[in-house]
Structures are given as C-alpha cells and as structure tokens.
C-alpha cells in the first residue's frame, strides 16, 4: 500500500520562505519501511496521526512536530497506523535565520523546536483535517512570527548560487563571487544549512541526476560521468551510494513510489 501524498503551491505571502507543501496519508496496521533520499532544503514537518519513527542511522519515535535539516546521506522511515502529515519544505537558511536556530542537528537526525509557539501552531493546524486549512493556519502562524517584508542576507545569496549553477560551475568559482573567506563561508553554511557547501553541491548533482536517470530505460554511465562531471564510473557509484545508501543499478531496478513520496519529490 502506498501512502496519498498531495503536494501544494505556497501562496505568494508565504513563498519566500516554503517552497511546496507536502501532505502524507497512510492507514495500515501493516509496517512501511523505506529512504528517505538527501534534499537541498530543509522542511518543518507536523504529524497528527501516528507517529512516524526513524530506523536508521539511528532507531527513535520522531516528535509531533520537528524541523528536518539537510543531512549528508539517506536515512530510513517507517510507517505505521494512522499517517497524517503535513510538510513545508522551505529554504534552509531563511529557516535558520528567521527562528534564530542552527541547523546542526547534533546526535539526532532532526532539530527539536521548543517552547510554546510551535505547540500552539501545531494545535491550531490540528483543528483541521484538511490539508488546505492547515496550510492556512501555518501561513497565518509564520507571518505572525516574522511580519516585515524578508530581506535576503549574503548567506541566502550564495545557497542560491550553489542551486542555480547546477553543478556545473566549479564551486570555488561560485564562491569566489562573495568575496569572504573560506573559513567564514563554511562556519555560516554549518549554521544555516547544517552541512558544508561542497556537501550542498554534491546532493544537487545527485538529485540533477537521479531526475535525468529516472526518465531512461537503461543507465548510461558514460553519459553520467559526462554529465556530471566525474573523473570515473567508479567516483560516480560512490558518491552515489554515500548518498542514497544504495548503488545505482539497485536504487533504480526498485519500486521508488515510497522513496519519492518520503523524500519530497512529488510534482
């Protein structure tokens, strides 16, 4: 059984921040276990059903309401009961920077959020068991919490950078453009990404290519060695695998309905 997932366009008071929404159904008493696959954002993620856990890399019941940073490699999700959740998917480092949080997640694989606010948002979106009102609900919540009109800082800039070059720029290059020192990049993007820039780039050249392979019969390692400029076949399976935890030739010979649904990849 695959979960409903539906997936919303943020209105345009709220788009500067959540970049889709994502709302996941499930009813099974039967266990659904599967990856979830690096993103170059991060999401705030509210559960009013039953709760999710995580199996690995480590093995802990997820809280009704959490932020999910980047990560650095897969890890895995089961589902169980009643699922019924909803995902903002939002730009990291204005994520960071608007709740004045860092996004190191630590020992554990998501960022708890404290206090009262996120409580009350949780109950307030908890009143409707539509995915439209409480997408209301979160909208009204944000703009209560951050008012005036977001300005993007240096750091917003360069993530931006990074996504549009697709890889294909070389990163130094990227970089380079900001004029700021290396240790300096690394400490902002270890505090409002939670991961390095040469982290970042390599989980948008995985999902770029995850997306081009997806869409072909056979895979064509010389093409994606080409593509995405590796020096060899090998580097490629290995980059790919400390990603996604899988090869290549077993990640795409799978069913990957679940994976794209737990990974966000819907529409």
């Known amino acids: 059984m695959i979960p409903d997932a539906k997936y919303y366009t943020p209105g345009d008071d709220i788009s500067w921040l959540v970049k ?65 959740s909803l995902i903002a998917i939002c730009k990291p480092t204005i994520l960071s920077r608007i709740l ?48 005036q009109v977001y300005t993007p800082d240096e750091t917003d800039e360069m993530y931006e ?19 700021v020192s290396e240790r300096t990049v690394q400490r902002r993007f270890r505090e409002r990404l939670g991961i390095t820039p040469k982290m970042l780039s390599r989980i948008v050249k995985i999902n770029t290519l995850w997306n081009s392979i997806s869409t ?6 010389h093409d994606i060695v080409f593509f995405g400029n590796y020096f060899d ?8 695998k400390a990603i996604t935890g899988e090869t290549p030739d077993f990640f795409f010979r799978r069913n990957l309905s679940v994976t794209k649904i737990m990974s966000g990849r819907g529409n």
């Open 216 to 221: 072909k019969e056979t895979i064509d390692y």
């Open 20 to 84: 889709q929404f994502e709302s996941i159904r499930y009813n099974s008493r039967w266990r659904l276990t599967d990856k979830f696959v690096p993103r170059e954002d991060a999401a705030l993620v509210f559960h009013f059903g039953d709760r999710p856990r995580m199996m690995s890399p480590v093995n802990q019941q997820l809280p009704r309401f959490f932020i999910a940073p980047l990560v650095p490699t897969a890890y895995s999700i089961m589902l169980k009961g009643l699922t019924d």
């Open 233 to 240: 076949q090998a580097h490629f399976i290995k980059d790919f």
């Open 100 to 147: 004045k949080i860092s996004m190191i997640p630590g020992s554990k694989v998501y960022i708890p959020l404290s206090g009262t606010a996120f409580s009350r948002a949780w109950e307030m979106m908890n009143k409707y068991d539509d995915p439209e009102g409480r997408i209301k609900a979160f909208t009204k919540f944000i703009l209560k919490l951050h008012p």
């Open 161 to 179: 950078k990074i996504l549009g070059s697709n890889f294909h720029t070389p990163l130094r290059e990227v970089i380079g453009e900001f004029k």
